[in-house]
């Protein structure tokens, strides 16, 4: 099982930024995935982000509302992943929760993640 906390949300405006992180802990992480998904007030939970890495490759995909705005990143050493978001709009907001699975494939599956974080709030004012 696999431990994740997140950080980094809050209130920004319009255009503006923020960088969240999800610190994982609980086993070897040599081969790994990490997802980023949000929940809107009202609205089902929607893949964001997610990077996918082992011994021999690695691999990132975006939800196509964030790409070009967002960037997921990892510090190996710091078992740490991080959701780089720019030009923010009000309806990026939300509770953004990491979660972690083994392997590649479909990404942007939350039903394939069984380990979540609790999830730390972005609020994008207009």
């Known amino acids: 099982q696999v431990q994740l906390v997140e950080s980094g949300g809050g209130l920004v405006q319009a255009g503006g930024s923020l960088r969240l992180s999800c610190a994982a802990s609980?086993?070897?992480?040599?081969?790994?995935?990490i997802g980023w998904f949000r929940r809107a007030p009202g609205k089902e939970r929607e893949f964001v982000a997610a990077?996918?890495?082992?011994?021999?490759?690695?691999?990132?995909g975006y939800a196509d509302s964030v790409k070009g705005r967002f960037t997921i990143s990892r510090d190996s050493a710091k078992n740490t992943v991080f959701l780089q978001m720019r030009n923010l709009e009000p309806e990026d907001s939300g509770v953004y929760s990491c979660?972690?699975?083994?392997?590649?494939?479909?990404?942007?599956?939350?039903?394939?993640?069984?380990?979540w974080g609790q999830g730390t709030q972005v609020t994008v004012s207009s």
């Open positions: 979660a972690a699975k083994d392997g590649s494939e479909r990404l942007a599956n939350e039903q394939m993640y069984p380990d």
């Open positions: 990077i996918s890495w082992s011994w021999l490759s690695s691999s990132i």
């Open positions: 609980g086993r070897s992480f040599s081969t790994l995935t």
